[in-house]
T-cell receptor
């Protein structure tokens, strides 16, 4: 089956620094990738949709200047949390679709970010 | 909010019993997927059911879909302690192709 990886799996950073999270599709070309955020004991909330070679589309309430998304190739999308604050501590999960008509999505294992 | 809702929010059962979780959504969909998530871990894909399907089975899992009511159910038969986890449904909006997750059901299976 299709595999999506994320790196790192967990990261701790200090307030004010930036953190980059990578999402890779390992065995298929991902025309579209999605980024989700999950706070403890809550569901996943879609943050943004990124298409290869174009600007990401952000969901309402998500700051595009704080969460920079780059989908530079068909196998890689990155999420950079800029000037991180403790309230950005969360579980970040990406998913990818290969653009076929059935719209199946494949999820990465997630990255746990802790901002101290 | 377009987020779907699941009920119950929490469910506690004895090992060997069946567990049923329900999911309601708001838009027209292509697919509905069910996922499991153990505490602090990533998502595990359980089953995908397409909008033209009404029922699907996978091992001890049975999923139904009623597009007229915009609802789905996940049945886990003969539950095991290892089934303890949170379960989420996710639907893709037919217009935007974005997947929206339900609020989740926390299942606890007691040994």
């Amino acid at each position: 089956g299709a595999v999506v990886s994320q790196h790192p799996s967990w990261v701790i950073c200090k307030s004010g620094t930036s953190v980059k999270i990578e999402c890779r599709s390992l065995d298929f070309q991902a025309t579209t990738m999605f980024w989700y955020r999950q706070f403890p004991k809550q569901s996943l909330m879609l943050m943004a949709t990124s298409n290869e070679g174009s600007k990401a589309t952000y969901e309402q309430g998500v700051e595009k200047d704080k969460f920079l998304i780059n989908h530079a190739s068909l196998t890689l999308s990155t999420l950079t949390v800029t000037s991180a604050h403790p309230e950005d501590s969360s579980f970040y999960i990406c998913s990818a679709t290969d653009g076929t008509g059935n719209n199946e999505q494949y999820f990465g294992p997630g990255t746990r970010l802790t901002v101290t | 909010s377009q987020q779907g809702e699941e009920d119950p929010q929490a469910l506690s059962i004895q090992e060997g019993e069946n567990a049923t979780m329900n999911c309601s959504y708001k838009t027209s969909i292509n697919n509905l997927q069910w996922y499991r998530q153990n505490s602090g871990r990533g998502l595990v894909h359980l089953i995908l059911i397409r909008s033209n399907e009404r029922e699907k089975h996978s091992g001890r899992l049975r999923v139904t879909l009623d597009t007229s009511k915009k609802s789905s159910s996940l049945l886990i038969t003969a539950s095991r302690a290892a089934d303890t986890a949170s379960y989420f449904c996710a639907t893709d909006d037919r217009g935007t192709y974005k997947y929206i997750f339900g609020t989740g059901t926390r299942l606890k299976v007691l040994a």
